[in-house]
Nanobody, 115 residues
């Protein structure tokens, strides 16, 4: 059984930083694209950042220059370093992994940016 376990969310003041982690376990197969999405209350889920198997990355315009996605294939883990956080970054953040075994979602972790 494949599981994606996320950690690192929480409450942070504007301008602060958080680092999200998402670790895959089980028979997930070889990892392809790994990504982070977020969904704010009353809004559609949007992709925040993605990293390909070769390390290429892409970001949503709203987070470019503030967020950094990275991966550790040996640990089957994807990270999202979030700096200069803004109240509009408040959302539930989900990791998504496309692998040879299929596409998988994490359970979500809440990020709240508020003073």
């Amino acid at each position: 059984q494949v599981q994606l376990v996320e950690s690192g969310g929480g409450l942070v003041q504007p301008g602060g930083s958080l680092r999200l982690s998402c670790a895959a376990s089980g028979s997930i197969g070889s990892l392809n694209v790994m990504a982070w999405y977020r969904q704010a209350v009353g809004k559609q889920r949007e992709r925040v950042a993605m990293v390909g198997s070769g390390g290429s990355t892409s970001y949503a315009g709203s987070v470019k220059g503030r967020f950094t996605i990275s991966r550790d294939n040996a640990k089957k883990t994807v990270y999202l370093q979030m700096n200069s956080l803004k109240p509009e970054d408040t959302a539930v953040y989900y990791c998504n992994v496309v692998a040879s075994g299929g596409q998988y979602w994490g359970q979500g972790t809440q990020v709240t940016v508020s003073s």
